[in-house]
């Protein structure tokens, strides 16, 4: 058989399309630079993923109506930082935005992949005088925003219980923190997606709220355009022959 045979190109293709075909995470924020003391007003970006297999294009960053919210870096769980702040309002939040298309897909091919089953999860905690009440929220123009999960507990730090130790960061993840949305509907092949994590309680000024390795993944794959030019090619050696 011809290595340029029909047989040959569509070995290729399968070929192509199961390389893509286990879970990965596109982009993870675990907050590895601290910010500065004194970093105070009702924005603050932390920046880009620092891993995952997409991160130019990502970005953290957190809102606050009150201009005199100080931003902070304590301790991650599990991780050196996390991303910290106080004087929280109904409506203020933490945002990360990330593409799910148009990626190598750590494949080592060109911007050629998208991602597909796309889930969210991320560790988040408070002072006991912090915001315990949040949604989720998404959009994939960053104006128009759909509601995820609609209310979810914040477990205060430090507080009397199992698994509800402060973070640490070097002892192991508490899973306790962690909350996990899976194969959210209208993420998959978007050039722009965004997550709120928005808070609903009413709080004291000085109440803090942290958040910390923020994960979105999901399962790799061809864009159906990388793979019809793999056939086109496999035209071309035909008539090549």
Known sequence: MSPKSPFAVAAAAAAF????STAAVIAQWSVVAPIPSGSV???FAVGAADAGEQTAGTGLRGYHALATTVWSTPAGNGSTYAFSSNGW?????????????????GNGGS???????????WDQTRSSTGPSNFRVDMSTDGTNFTTLLASYTVIQAGASGSNTLSWSTTAGVQSAFTR?????????????????????????????????????SGTLVPAPGAVALLAVAGLVSRRRR
């Open 111 to 121: 911007a050629g992949w998208l991602g597909t089953d796309i889930s969210l999860s």
């Open 180 to 216: 996990t949305i899976s194969s959210i509907a209208g993420a998959d092949n978007q050039s722009t997606l965004v997550f709120r994590f928005v808070n609903l309680s009413t709080v004291a000024a000085a109440g803090t709220n942290r958040i910390d390795n923020i994960v979105v």
């Open 89 to 105: 309002s109904v409506g203020d939040y933490y945002e990360v935005s990330v593409p799910t298309s148009g990626f190598n897909g």
């Open 17 to 20: 399309l199961s390389m893509s």
């Open 41 to 43: 007003g009702s924005n």
